[in-house]
């Protein structure tokens, strides 16, 4: 067990939806990332926060949007699904940004 | 821009066997290197780092990995695999640098353990 826990583990919803996934991290950890996981593209970085600001920003489609909260979980969300967004989409945390991630048993995301 | 090439998208092997598991990297700045295990319907387990100092990195479940900086490669071994080590096993790597912390993965490598 990881510590970082993500909520659904597993999604399923019709093209033009609009999702929320969240992000736990560990207790302790100030950053928060997130990743998209799909066979065609691998594992692709999204978005990073730490402690409340975003910190960096990947391949995240304007679609997508996320935020960190005081408390310091985070959601991810998702607007005008489309089939090609069917993935798995982890969550990772990390202490600060030097150290490493510890990542999440993922979100799948199924659009039918 | 850093990227990560895992030579072997599969790696069959038997059981008690060694094995080698090969990562090449590219980037223009110090890295920081990462191994990450992945099992089915499961998250990503952390295996391995390299941060600094020796180039011999020892990691959980008996995998180690060396990092060789003039030929770019972090190459994960195991001098004796078990079937609990099948898995998809991903090198990543990260420049840290003050702009955030990301991840680049590379494809990933399915290793399968045959009794």
């Known amino acids: 067990d990881s510590g970082v826990t993500q909520t659904p583990k597993h999604l399923i919803t019709a093209t033009g939806q609009r999702v929320t996934l969240r992000c736990s991290p560990r207790?302790?950890?100030?950053?928060v990332y997130w990743y998209q996981q799909s066979l065609d593209q691998g594992l692709q970085f999204l978005i990073q926060?730490?402690?409340?600001?975003?910190?960096a920003k990947g391949n995240i489609l304007e679609r997508f949007s996320a935020q960190q909260f005081p408390d310091l979980h985070s959601e991810l969300n998702l607007s005008s699904l489309e089939l090609g967004d069917s993935a798995l989409y982890f969550c990772?945390?990390?202490?600060?940004?030097?150290?490493?991630?510890?990542f999440g048993d993922g979100t799948r995301l199924s659009i039918l | 821009a850093q990227s990560v090439t895992q030579l072997d998208s599969q790696v069959p092997v038997f059981e008690e066997a060694p094995v080698e598991l090969r990562c090449n990297y590219s980037s223009s700045v110090s890295v920081y290197l990462f191994w990450y295990v992945q099992y089915p319907n499961q998250g990503l387990q952390l295996l391995l780092k390299?941060?600094?100092?020796?180039?011999l990195v020892k990691g959980i479940n008996g995998f180690e990995a060396e990092f060789n900086k003039s030929q770019t490669s972090f190459h994960l071994r195991k001098p004796s695999v078990h079937i609990s080590d099948t898995a998809e096993y991903f090198c990543?790597?990260?420049?840290?640098?003050?702009?955030?912390?990301?991840?680049?993965f590379g494809e990933g490598t399915q290793l399968t353990v045959n009794p």
């Open positions: 207790s302790g950890d100030l950053s």
């Open positions: 926060y730490y402690n409340g600001e975003e910190r």
């Open positions: 990772a945390s990390s202490v600060d940004p030097n150290q490493p991630q510890h």
């Open positions: 390299y941060l600094s100092g020796s180039t």
């Open positions: 990543a790597v990260s420049d840290w640098g003050t702009s955030g912390s990301r991840l680049t």
